[in-house]
């Protein structure tokens, strides 16, 4: 069993910057993807940022040059820095990993707002 817990969400004001950070209770190495997910309200789950299996990283096209996904493999941490955020970045953000699954933090939420 693969434990997430996420950190660092909270609020902001549109053009801030937030650090998200998921803490696994396993090697981050040790899974095959690990990354972040987000849902907006009334929204479905939408991926944001991933480490890909082959080393790669792979973004959401609505995130891609404000959002970096970065490691911390001595801590099993991965990070999500989030710059010029907008009222649209508003929701909730999951921390992913699959392994012979996919295994789900319990969710940081987000708030930009004026």
């Known amino acids: 069993q693969v434990q997430l817990v996420e950190s660092g969400g909270g609020v902001v004001r549109p053009g801030g910057s937030l650090r998200l950070s998921c803490r696994a209770s396993?090697?981050?190495?040790?899974?095959?993807?690990i990354g972040w997910y987000r849902q907006r309200p009334g929204k479905e789950r939408e991926l944001l940022a991933v480490f890909l299996s082959d080393g790669s990283t792979k973004y959401a096209d609505s995130v891609r040059g404000r959002f970096t996904i970065s490691e911390d493999i001595a801590d099993n941490t991965v990070h999500l820095q989030m710059n010029n955020l907008e009222p649209e970045d508003t929701a909730v953000y999951y921390c992913v990993a699959d392994t012979w699954r996919r295994h789900w933090g319990q969710g940081t939420q987000v708030t930009v707002s004026a």
């Open positions: 396993v090697s981050i190495h040790s899974t095959n993807n």
